[in-house]
């Protein structure tokens, strides 16, 4: 009894800045400070509005992560549910009276920034799931009304994104999602079901598509049909990837982004810009971090002793990873573009916000790893 107390019991200020994760929390800053230095580059070599902008938002969301990760993992747990709630009356709202930019209503204007609801979804749908499988029992995860469930806490706040319209978005809180699924312990077969019938429905999904998402499928499958239109950011970006070649062409000194050849290369083409500068040999440098970072928070997941902790890391680690790849491939041509951004590195104030709150609440559950959830 008494040990259980104490695994129960709060920590003391100090006791929660000595188990941080500082191997985490240093390879988050060298992140925070190479975007500062490729936002810096963007704006071509000086402090113009993209850094100034991003310089800001990091300054306030970092020490709201620290922050986050002072808090107890239980209430994570406990307000899982109403977190959820929260971000689908956002997208309600953004439904309604969102901003309206390039044909698409997806944001909503809260006066310091403008924030977009479907990137808060991609941490608020790994929080729902975690909980829900923290607490169902093992002989009910593979029950017909718990997939219904599952897939109903999915699909709803899909269908909000995919109105908006949002699709890339929407691909990306249902892997969230998934991914999820599969670690709460739901069988491989109703995946394998799942997949065969969205390839049968495929073409009924395309011919809803809206124009300028099935440009950029055909763009993709084809980017020299229209070289100087739809297909010039892909054809622009791979040219600069390569000239980067292996020790990149100097900070400060990409041509393909300073003569502006590549357009919006301070958002999802972020890597882009830096891969030219950097070279081969940064790009890899930039993934090994970005792979230390994940495999911390595999590792703080391992180590955790509740289930919803566990859950949420492992989950939060894999849409990470998800992000990353899809970016990339993006931008070399391996995906059509569907509007992920790189974590931390783009430009976006509603996605470093989802992120940071993630790394929180990795952070707290590390804080608290030996703490149990009832």
């Known amino acids: 009894m008494f040990q259980r107390d104490t695994l129960n019991s709060e920590l003391s200020f100090f006791q929660k800045i000595k188990e941080m994760d500082y191997t985490l929390l240093i390879c988050i800053i060298l992140l925070s400070i190479i975007s500062l230095l490729v936002m810096y580059s963007t704006d071509g070599g000086e402090i113009l509005f993209h850094t100034k902008s991003h310089f800001s938002k ?34 309600l709202y953004v439904s309604f009276f969102g901003l309206r930019s390039s044909g698409s ?17 991609k941490i608020a749908i790994i929080l729902c799931l975690a909980k829900y499988y923290h607490r169902i029992k093992v002989e009910n995860v593979n029950s017909l009304t718990s997939i219904i469930l599952v897939l109903s806490i999915i699909i709803i706040p899909i ?31 109703y995946f394998v079901y799942s997949f065969i019938t969205f390839l049968i429905s495929l073409p009924f999904i395309i011919s809803f598509l809206k124009p300028y998402q099935k440009l950029r499928i055909l763009t993709f499958l084809d980017p020299d049909r229209d070289p100087l239109g739809a297909g010039y950011q892909i054809i622009q970006s791979k040219i600069a990837i390569g000239s980067g070649g292996l020790e990149g062409k100097g900070f400060l000194k990409g041509t393909q982004s300073y003569l502006d050849f590549l357009p919006e290369k301070h958002t999802d083409f972020i890597f882009t810009l830096f891969s030219e500068e950097f070279g081969f040999i940064g790009s890899v440098g930039l993934l090994v971090l970005y792979m230390i970072i994940i495999f911390r928070i595999i590792r703080i997941g391992t180590l955790s002793r509740s289930n919803f902790s566990k859950l949420f890391c492992f989950g939060f680690a894999f849409s990470i990873f998800i992000y990353i790849v899809v970016n990339l ?46």
């Open 105 to 121: 209503q997806r944001w909503m204007d809260l006066y310091l920034f403008v924030l977009q609801p479907s990137e808060l979804m």
């Open 58 to 91: 990091l300054a306030v969301f970092f020490p709201m992560m620290i922050f986050i990760a002072f808090f107890n993992i239980r209430y994570w747990h406990t307000f899982a549910y109403l977190f959820y709630l929260l971000i689908i009356l956002l997208l």
């Open 329 to 374: 491939s993006m931008v070399l041509g391996l995906l059509p573009i569907v509007g992920s951004p790189l974590p931390i590195m783009s430009y976006g104030g509603s996605s470093m916000l989802a992120t940071m709150i993630g790394f929180g609440i990795v952070l707290s559950a590390k804080i608290n790893r030996k703490q149990s959830i009832a």
């Open 159 to 189: 269908i909000f994104v995919i109105s908006q319209p949002d699709l890339g978005t929407s691909v990306l809180i249902a892997m969230s999602g998934l991914i999820v699924l599969w670690l709460g312990g739901v069988k491989v077969k």
